[in-house]
């Protein structure tokens, strides 16, 4: 469990290298059309919460790893409840 978790932080930071190195590389101070820019938050929570403040790549990568790790505890302790149960059922 704690593995994937662990696994789930890193895809969290890993999103957010991919955004910073799509803009660095495509968009300079341009902001995002309506379609990236709802793929944005949907994958980075964080971003869309506090877009008229000037936020840290670092903040970022770290508050979006947290989040991601969170959302892997609630989905691994459900999947886990389940899974008890089903084995209690059979």
Same mark, same amino acid.
């Given at each position: 469990?704690? #593995? !994937?978790?662990?696994?789930?932080? /890193? ?8 955004? &910073? #190195?799509? &803009? ?5 101070? %341009? !902001? ?6 709802? *793929?944005?938050? *949907?994958?980075?929570?964080? %971003?869309? &919460? /506090? ?7 670092? &903040?970022?990568?770290?508050?979006? /790893? ?6 892997? /505890? %609630?989905?691994?302790?459900? !999947? ?11």
């Amino acid at each position: 469990m704690k #593995l !994937r978790i662990a696994i789930w932080a /890193a895809v969290g930071a890993l999103v957010v290298a991919l955004w &910073f #190195l799509y &803009f660095f590389t495509t968009h300079t101070g %341009v !902001r995002p059309s309506g379609a990236t820019w709802a *793929l944005i938050t *949907l994958t980075c929570p964080v %971003v869309g &919460f /506090a877009r008229q403040h000037p936020l840290s790549i670092y &903040f970022v990568l770290v508050t979006n /790893a947290a989040t991601y790790a969170l959302i892997a /505890a %609630v989905v691994e302790t459900i !999947r886990q409840h389940w899974k008890e149960i089903r084995f209690v059922s059979n």
